[in-house]
């Protein structure tokens, strides 16, 4: 840890912040410069951290050495995790595609959805039960029947599923209907859900909050972690910008950018990474060819009817078209689809 | 709402939209142009934004014409909400100053913080027992035995409190101690906690979440008011942009345009706002300026040894000075401190 | 152009606005709703902006129904146009490569790079002679030593040029020694500048300005095409957000989202994008995947002694195992490297 | 400056580094800990800046300690600065209004606009000849005539005026018909422009761009006081974000923090930095209230008629109201009007 003192600090000021950093059993250094005072303190930054050295008037500003989360970063942990969703891996050389419709609005529109979308060549059926929405007003998702409806079409088809994990008093219900918790963007940092969620062995995918930095993410998923769960997925799903001719920024850079500094694997939602169902095809392909593994996409059997996200949703011949288009990108990654 | 379709649209497509307004009772309208054919359906916006037209590949864009919002806009209720939290009024003739620490240490810490921010004039003590954190790593929080401190040194003082709630699971234990709920910016966005929180009559101070439109906030606020809770006091405490010389950027045009929309009170939160200790005073006064109805500035007895946010925290002396320089501008509006 | 009244709005509010759109040749209309009053204008929205109506104070809301570019729209132009720099297509069945030092320090600094990168299988090489730098201290530039080293090295190896302008003054020499004129991204908005090169019949690489929407970079190469020089490519080279992990947020939204809206081509600079070296390769093979037309990459023959920019450079062997990689990408894509 | 370097950096790689920090003359510091080796450099942070040691691959990451801009500084001149406009002084104890239309658009509504807000109280009139625009389409200024116009009304009335440059070839005549330059937020880092206006001793008010951060605005001003030229006055107006309520968001942290950092005045503009004519007054007021020493408020006789940004302009009577009720703000923060 770095701490650059104020101009006005005196020895006596110095003296002190150095002798609280040897107290910690951290090594304390004294760097005089010409304009400022810089103290260095090599040791444990977490306890160094403990010492909220920003605090002291003296102190000009404090630089971390060390990133902030530490099991779920590639140093500690060198080799790619690969998480199961039932039995389907991500983080090996598989690219997983997960595809459904954003709500489950009844069990006919699920069973047909998730029947085109496992006929095109999806991994994993998404669908959400309990949906988080801007307005009261707006549908907020079938709840427990949703959930009923999800177990009874992955048992009919044997396909792994994935739903969204809003309040711990459903956490239950759901690990008994599901083969994965998602926490969506809203609740990122909601961390008695991150704690709860972290004391089952379920997969949960993490989705990354749209205004939350990439280090925050991190943050978010050594809470899962360092509750006992390691089964953890991060998804890139678009952050807000000023930009307004998308629903959100897909930030791409986030993934060679997680995979460098994380062993955890890391997928993409073009759908909500856009907002237009016109741009879920290329930004897939994008996610693919800068090293995601995998995607979550919607698709609903018939978008202008949806209840909710429909503009984003493809219809069914779209996907089956972007699984065809996906593949050679695929295969230019040296995976397998 | 104004739906323009697509240059390819037909007249076909454009009926076909037209007979699905009309079944919904609301009043549809045609108006062919030179290069779009634009529709427009006059009605309750809100069983209009259940047809998700958006979703038809064949509309290029909607836009609603009322806001999304209802009960908390002030062409619902034009008068100004006055919300007590104990026997301080906010939204009404006098300006509002809640203050305290960020978190709750112990019952000598948060005993001399309070006694010291009542002398220099604090209407409401503020203290958080349980704490969301970035980091696990962090403090966070004394959790239940915090709560009885805050009670305990309530009680002692007779200064009304706000603290934050995290949890469904807290809710009782919070009501009990506490004189308010606080909903922290990470859960701007939880609705399972925004429903349980309406379900209550405890004034609820909202804070805005750090990516949160002001559009969201005021929805956000409308799941409190429509569960049945109208005691909502909003928050404006930064939001984030690219500018990294200050923790966030703290919006205050937020003020204004809150006031004008909304009949709720409005407040601020410098320390969140700027994240350094010496733009709090001026912000302060800039939130009375512009209209708001109260600050929330957070205050340590000693900052240097706080085990959070001490980096923006006052020190007694500070915050004494910021009263006394508060006043002729809360006097300039009109107000009374 | 649909207009929306404010609440207080009269009948006579509306007649006079109605008055208003129709002196100006285009149609009104008059749009009763329960809560509010929504008045239509059908024609040149050009001729309608020039009214001004939102300076209205009766009214609430402008929303314009057609794009406000033309020349540069894909609805005014169907099909693709190719730019061509020297002989190398952009907009065509090839993907393009332009690679080259941020500044041209020496001439044997730039011939030396320029080698490797035509070696590697770049088709353009890049190099400014002219720097704008945030700082006042920073090199910036050779300035027209520069120039003439980079026609030099150019001439010697056959391989077209790009360099930045960012003065008018510079329009002529530039334009005697290079290929192409390069509009900066902190000049996005220099409209003596877009106009003066709008007056030549050069190729010009326009970059996005940081806080540029999508809209405003189409508009700024209006600029260009409606002053009389169609030879325009746009380049994505990230925008600024809250992230702090990467230097910018590379927007790979813009690339669909401006094929679709524009006739013109469109490449990605992931050197700037990212800020860091090792993200340049996986968001090239990004650019590839969305559709791009090409890409623009910083390569140095030595990094670490580069005036600017070095750490985000490629080192050579880095920019030719990139080229390697990238090819079953572009060939993924149907295209040819 | 202090360098962290990579975990796998050997004794070698810090060792070649450490001799290129001594070879400028500087201190280099040897840091080892436990999982990383930190360098520090002691000395004239500019030297160490041009070894661009960020560019070294065995470099994870450079901060320097020192602010980057040095004569704008507050450290290098502790004394507030005062820059006259005509014989108005802004960064003294007075408070200084600009007042006037954005563009000018004849003698007579120049003319008229000047004498309302001179009667009002407007210290200065604001007023373009040279109109960036975003689209080509829109009105662009009068140009040289409009520099006459106002010339003559300055004439007329006494008033001094501020006009803005977007090209150093109208340097001379805007020179010769108004009392100080305007850099406009596009035009910012528009270095060519900021050198020119650095050479001349004509007062610049110089806005802050969209994008840029404060320490950018900072090295914009340097770039013009290094050049020669002291007389800089900072503008606030405005930066982009997510939030669409407002046409920017007014970042009033950057009063306190730029009078903090920089001995030169600073102004906002609630004009542009809200797009609302509602919301112009009360963000006026919190500009005095958070130590801006002046405002510019466009204002136009007719806003109904303004060939720009009349959506954001004051009618006459809103500007006067605005004097009156900023007068006790004003008096509250101890300046006079």
């Known amino acids: 840890m770095i701490i650059v003192l104020k101009p006005e600090a005196s020895k006596a000021d110095a003296d002190a912040i150095l002798d609280r950093i040897e107290a910690t059993g951290c090594k304390p250094l004294y760097m005089p410069g010409s304009e400022r005072v810089v103290l260095g303190a090599l040791g444990d930054e977490r306890v160094l951290t403990a010492l909220q050295l920003e605090s002291d008037p003296m102190v000009e500003s404090v630089t971390p050495i060390l990133s902030p989360y530490k099991m779920v970063s590639r140093e500690f942990h060198p080799h790619d995790t690969v998480v199961h969703i039932g039995d389907v891996p991500f983080g090996s050389k598989g690219f997983a595609v997960i595809a ?21 060549g999806a991994h994993c059926l998404r669908g959400g039960a309990y949906k988080p929405r801007s307005s009261p007003y707006s549908f907020q998702g079938l709840g427990r029947e949703g959930l009923e409806i999800l177990g009874a079409v992955s048992a009919s088809l044997g396909i792994p599923t994935v739903t969204e994990v809003v309040d711990v008093a459903d956490l239950d219900a759901i690990a008994e209907h599901a083969d994965a918790f998602q926490i969506g963007a809203r609740n990122m940092q909601n961390y008695t859900l991150l704690n709860a969620v972290g004391r089952t062995q379920k997969p949960t995918l993490l989705k990354r909050g749209p205004a939350a930095t990439l280090d925050e993410l991190l943050l978010a998923a050594e809470y899962v972690v360092s509750s006992g769960n390691p089964h953890v997925i991060l ?13 959100n920024t897909l930030d791409l850079n986030a993934v060679p950018y997680l995979k460098q500094r994380s062993h955890l694997p890391v997928i993409v939602d073009p759908s909500h990474g856009t907002g237009i169902r016109g741009l879920v095809a290329p930004m897939a392909k994008a996610a693919v060819a800068c090293g995601a593994d995998g995607v979550m996409v919607e698709v609903h059997v018939d978008p202008t009817r949806a209840l909710s996200d429909g503009h984003q949703s493809l219809f069914p011949s779209q996907f089956d078209e972007l699984m065809r288009s996906l593949l050679p990108f695929v295969e230019a990654a040296g995976r397998t689809l």
């Open 100 to 120: 459904g419709p954003c709500s489950i609005e009844s069990r006919e529109q699920l069973q047909q959805t998730a029947e085109t979308v496992q006929a095109a």
């Open 235 to 247: 998804c890139e799903r678009g952050i807000k910008t000023f930009e307004r001719a998308t629903r």
